[in-house]
């Protein structure tokens, strides 16, 4: 799996509204080629592109995303709350994101992001929709920092490959990483550290840290070895897009 150094995180990082088609095209404008973004279930079971779960922060609508129609999704604006410039921007099914990244060569990571007590159902959802649409093409990076989530990813879709995500590695996440089946370790720039690359390394598993929007500090992970950095400043890391 060839993974991108520099990740554009939650698709166009600050330059545009986080999880949107507009901020895939931002990101494919920059030079960026992986992005990462987060789906979650609407109420009618489709998954979408949306880090919360209400609606409030990024979107003109209200209340639980879980409790939301896909109708009343259609309607909202995902773009204001980011800048005029991007009024009206529609928060985006994954279906149209996933076939977006395909169209602008993107490679993507997908993080799985289950609402509360949804996590094997998002998990199975996701797997299942992300393995129709990149049938033949190079297969996204599934990732989620609930484990029910990827255990149902791995039984819907197998072949896809996954990423075990955490925030602080607990001491055994070698072996969790295994029984998963996973292929790659993601970790908070908090709670990164040389010996976690040493043991990553050492147990050839490649590991990702998010978010680093400090561009001397992404450099020096990446020299260090780390396989990726997710970025909200792909405009300051351009040299790095390859
Ligand atoms: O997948 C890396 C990162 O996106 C995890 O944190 O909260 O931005 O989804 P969050
Ligand atoms: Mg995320």
């Not at 166009?12 to 992986?34: F, K, S, Y």
């Not at 992001?113 to 996590?119: C, H, I, Q």
Request: proline letters at 6%; a negative charge.
């Amino acid at each position: 799996m060839a993974i991108p150094r520099v990740i554009a995180h939650r698709c166009g990082g600050i330059l545009a509204p986080e999880n949107t088609l507009a901020g895939l095209r931002v990101a494919a404008a920059q030079g960026c080629r992986g992005v990462e973004f987060d789906v979650m279930l609407s109420g009618d079971g489709t998954p979408i592109l949306i880090h919360d779960e209400t609606l409030e922060r990024t979107t003109d609508g209200q209340g639980r995303v879980a409790e939301t129609s896909d109708a009343e999704l259609a309607r909202l604006d995902a773009g204001s709350r980011h800048s005029t410039q991007f009024a009206g921007e529609p928060l985006p099914a994954f279906g149209d994101a996933a076939e977006l990244c395909l169209a602008l060569g993107l490679w993507a990571n997908v993080e799985i992001k289950p609402s509360l007590g949804t996590d094997a159902e998002t998990g199975r959802r996701v797997a299942v929709r992300a393995a129709e649409v990149w049938r033949g093409s190079q297969p996204p990076l599934l990732s989620s920092f609930s484990l029910a989530a990827l255990e149902a990813a791995r039984t819907a879709a197998p072949a896809l490959p996954r990423g075990l995500l955490t925030e602080a590695p607990p001491a055994d996440w070698l072996a969790i990483l295994r029984r998963l089946g996973c292929a790659t370790l993601h970790c908070s720039r908090d709670h990164f550290s040389a010996r976690l690359l040493d043991e990553a390394r050492a147990a050839g598993v490649p590991l990702l840290v998010y978010t680093v929007n400090d561009p001397e500090e992404a450099v020096t992970l990446l020299r260090a070895g780390v396989a990726a950095v997710f970025t909200d400043r792909i405009d300051l890391l351009p040299g790095w897009a390859e």
